[in-house]
């Protein structure tokens, strides 16, 4: 089982580092205005989503292995495993927002500025601090 956790995290990273930096491309794509750089911008974008997608499916899939395998039945009466599976969800709508935010650029409907891309750039960060506590803490 310690395999299937080592792989939950190191696909968990992969997810995170995408999370992390396709906010930061959306920032410097807001402010592009030619048209090489947008198009520079929606490859980078696209080749970024499809890669933290990868990891942010194999990260649900040892995750549920785990959860199958043994921490629902240990911690399904614990808070902290439904609050972190919780802020999970909200970190799988984020991801699915990025999508949307992917395909707007590509079709020249961006709707925001990059002020608004730097604050919804702090999301995943918050959302990791939580969920590694939860799971490491484990405080409730």
């Not at 921490?71 to 909200?90: E, F, G, P, T």
């Not at 709508?93 to 935010?101: G, M, P």
Request: aromatic share 18%.
């Amino acid at each position: 089982m310690l395999w299937v956790k080592a792989l939950h995290v190191i696909f968990m990273v992969t997810w995170f580092a995408g999370l992390f930096y396709l906010p930061r491309l959306f920032v410097y794509h807001a402010v592009t205005t030619d048209d090489t750089g947008h198009d520079r911008f929606v490859v980078m974008e696209r080749k970024l989503y499809i890669i933290m997608t990868i990891g942010a499916v194999l990260t649900a899939v040892f995750g549920f292995w785990m959860l199958g395998a043994y921490a629902w039945a240990a911690w399904s009466q614990s808070i902290w495993l439904i609050a972190k599976l919780v802020l999970v969800a909200l970190l799988v709508i984020y991801h699915l927002a990025c999508q949307k935010i992917v395909r707007d650029f590509r079709n020249r409907k961006n709707r925001h500025g990059h002020v608004y891309y730097r604050w919804f750039n702090e999301a995943p960060a918050l959302l990791l601090i939580a969920i590694v506590l939860l799971a490491i803490v484990k405080p409730f």
